[in-house]
């Protein structure tokens, strides 16, 4: 199956795109930007919204729907959301369409044209916030914490799956609050969330930071982000979650009566991660055999494949095989046995390889002689024959193995590329020959962020929450620095 | 907090407005005809889809996502499908907004016009068809079962929260199958998974038959429907389920090569629910105080409310009444414990029957000397005080025992409201003094059908399954007919 999936060393950006159609994660559709998502990417997907969504219950949210379509006015009413999201996005005009004269298809009607157009939701802050304003009138109706699981739709130029694409699915999350404290906290419990999912449950280790003004979400006062790393020494946004300040109140006239009797602005936040998860768990951990998938979110973690002769041998095999099931999902193990006589135990093995199911189990006529099980981990390729009746258990364990393995390897990867300089010349040479985070003084100036981005295509993806201060002097103007701050050329 | 909720004798169809409204399921948005699903109707919805998931998965389909924009020259490739639905949908013409001459705000970018206008997905048997042609080449890709949970927009010009909005959720099945029996067996096995649904999880009695002609859906050679009575004595579609035919995979190209080497087009079927199944929800069981929720679905199933005078007496209260929230828990029972000190008991008692939560307990100082709670059922308004130790199962055996209440409330409802007529005269004094379903012989034309909806508003809302073959004279024409057919005046 893997014959021919370009190696990550040869081009990595071949590798990803075969990898994505091969192992049935997604492809392209005919509307330009917009992707399927098949159902083995889609079920990785709902193990990743499942596991949100509980860490969203457990602070106290809960999900609701707004409308798809936004007046085209709303977008106008923050100053610097209409800059961020008007440009791209798609307009719908009109409602009706109706026979064309020559009969042979249908056409646009054109006397159903709408008074106002309507946008197709980028980002919801407009219609939610226009919304709030009837919800909350006094303290008591605050916080208001709530969070929209939808599909969004900008209108990207160049595209590509699961990491760019015109329309996406994400979550999509939008507080109130009574104090500007509360809207802060919130908005880093929030990244806290983000940055958890990610090691736990993506096993994808993640920088937290604050962006700096040019990368800030438009229409927030600030924006915080988790960044990882990919295999290619790029780095990848993989969450935002910004501090809204009183913009959207005071853009919808959203106030409360406060317990001192007085009117204020209501404080807010939003945040969200989308479908570019995916993407990014892809590209942070597969190889060249194909995905690598974290047990917690692989949507089948055993593959039983019986190795035999005729179909003689697939009834015992099959009693085997269905006893070591039955006893892994008692453990809450996903299994799948794939008795099919279509296709050989070596084109199985690499299917599942390429698919990324994290234990592959073989049972051959040998192995029911002697009451064992052939066992093989995908992300070391090591493997072990082990007694039946121990199998179960050695599995059970082998899920949080894997899973710390590829998080720690991840992790490695990244320690080792990212790097601390002090010279614009070693930030090039670092960008060139190394990739990676690079790790640098910078002067905190706009003009400063624009030309390093311009001359290296690096762009600085955060403050790092954890940098510390230090006297320093910024490596492109010499001017005085606080403290480092992440580069990276970035997804 | 019901003051002033309408009665449903009185004007139901403001009662129901109203209820949508006060129980904070829903409201209007200032997009025509979309609404905001509020977080408790949401919770309903999750619910709703939680357990239909289930069903499908357990029988063997999977989620995948395909996109919302559907090119318009897709919908003319299957004539009726065409007719059906390119009359009412919304179009995307334009990809770009600009700054306005006078700087006030935005407009359509005319320079960024679509070449091929995009329609939002009223329904995705043409672009789903469109992907399923490069999916499907052998007998050994078949069946393709697959389902996927999205948005839809039909441009609906009278709108109703819930029962007919111009953006709404639902889930959409979509399979393919190598032979006519196949797909027949899947249409139906559909309808029966959403009639079991709706009879165990919503508590709804339905009734499963098949539509005519004229209301099948555009493009399917047979539509299969579950109606439901609601308490106003009109009717509720509820779910439907269709067989396709090859009319997608002729109008799509999509053929397979079978056993025999042969090629064939696929055969097809396509089912979905929505939404609207929480009007039906509410419409067939709540009452003039506010919802009445099936213990399956209700976000809430147990509310606990001290009784009590000042603060200090809320220590030990809270103290047993956790007690007994955590028991409950350990049975899978949802509990809200509502300690708030700034609204009264009563208050509270209205507010969790306008919510239509299903069990109330309610704990003052004399239950604490005593060692008992009270305890309130939503659906009878019966109440019982117990020891505490028999509280957890006394409750756990009232889940069962109100949602078996509500759906045979519900049934007796719908029995005492189902007619056999042999007359025209009859047929029409039902309708108009005691609506509900009416059963009657029908000659089987479109035309007797058009004159009997125009003279009464009654449909044939379906051909029932289970009609007995009987020979009898049409109710309106007097010719022939073989069965009954299930009559209504219907939402």
Redesign the interface.
């Known amino acids: 199956m893997s014959k021919g999936l370009p190696k990550r060393s040869d081009d990595y950006s071949a590798w990803y795109n075969e990898l994505v159609k091969r192992a049935d994660l997604a492809?392209n559709?005919?509307?330009r930007g917009?992707?399927?998502?098949?159902?083995y990417g889609?079920?990785i997907?709902?193990k990743m919204q499942a596991g949100l969504d509980k860490m969203f219950k457990d602070t106290g949210h809960?999900?609701?729907?707004?409308?798809?379509?936004?007046?085209?006015?709303y977008?106008?009413r923050e100053a610097d959301h209409?800059e961020g999201f008007?440009?791209?996005?798609?307009?719908?005009?009109?409602?009706?369409?109706?026979k064309s004269e020559d009969g042979?298809?249908?056409v646009?009607d054109p006397e159903a044209r709408l008074e106002e157009?309507?946008?197709?939701r980028p980002t919801s802050e407009t219609?939610i916030w226009?919304?709030y304003k009837?919800w909350i009138q006094s303290y008591?109706d605050l916080p208001l914490l709530?969070n929209q699981w939808?599909?969004v739709?900008r209108?990207e130029m160049r595209t590509r799956l699961f990491l760019r694409t015109a329309?996406f699915?994400w979550q999509e999350g939008h507080t109130a609050h009574a104090t500007k404290a509360e809207a802060e906290a919130e908005t880093i419990q929030m990244l806290e969330i983000y940055a958890e999912f990610a090691e736990k449950h993506m096993a994808l280790p993640v920088i937290k930071g604050v962006k700096t003004e040019s990368e800030r979400f438009a229409g927030a006062v600030d924006t915080y982000c988790i960044e990882a790393l990919m295999q290619d020494g790029k780095a990848l946004q993989a969450g935002t979650s910004h501090f809204l300040g009183q913009n959207f109140a005071k853009a919808f006239d959203v106030k409360f009566a406060n317990q001192e009797g007085g009117l204020d602005y209501v404080w807010g936040t939003s945040w969200g991660v989308s479908t570019r998860l995916i993407g990014g768990l892809i590209m942070a951990h597969s190889d060249d055999n194909g995905l690598v998938l974290p047990p917690k979110l692989a949507p089948i973690q055993v593959v039983i494949v019986p190795i035999m002769k005729g179909k003689d041998q697939l009834v015992q095999l099959a009693d085997q095989a269905n006893k070591i099931a039955s006893k892994l999902r008692d453990k809450g193990i996903s299994v799948k046995f794939d008795d099919r006589d279509?296709h050989k135990p070596g084109w199985k093995f690499a299917e599942y390889e390429l698919k990324g199911v994290p234990v592959r189990i073989a049972i051959g006529p040998r192995d029911l002689e002697n009451g064992t099980v052939e066992i093989a981990r995908r992300d070391t390729f090591e493997k072990q024959t082990v007694q039946v009746d121990e199998a179960p258990e050695v599995i059970f364990e082998l899920m949080d193995e894997i899973q710390s393995n590829i998080y720690n390897k991840a992790l490695n990867f990244r320690e080792s590329h990212t790097t601390e300089v002090s010279t614009y010349d070693e930030f090039q040479d670092v960008l060139e020959n190394k990739g990676g985070f690079v790790l640098a003084h910078w002067d905190g100036s706009s003009e400063t962020e624009e030309r390093i981005k311009e001359e290296t295509k690096a762009t600085i993806r955060s403050i790092p929450l954890n940098a510390e201060e230090e006297a320093g002097s910024c490596v492109y103007s010499g001017k005085p620095s606080k403290k480092k701050v992440l580069f990276a050329r970035a997804y």
Chains 1, 2 share one sequence.
Not at 34 to 39: E, G, H, R, T
Not at 86 to 98: D, F, G, N, P, Q
Request: aromatic share 12%; with cysteine; proline share 6%.
């Open positions: 492809e559709s005919p509307v917009s992707m399927v998502i098949k159902p889609y079920s997907w709902e809960t999900n609701a729907y707004f409308p798809l379509f936004i007046p085209k006015s977008l106008s209409v008007a440009k791209e996005c798609a307009v719908v005009t009109h409602y009706r369409l109706k042979g298809g249908v646009v157009e309507l946008i197709v219609v226009n919304t009837n008591r709530i939808a599909n739709v209108w329309e699915l279509t």
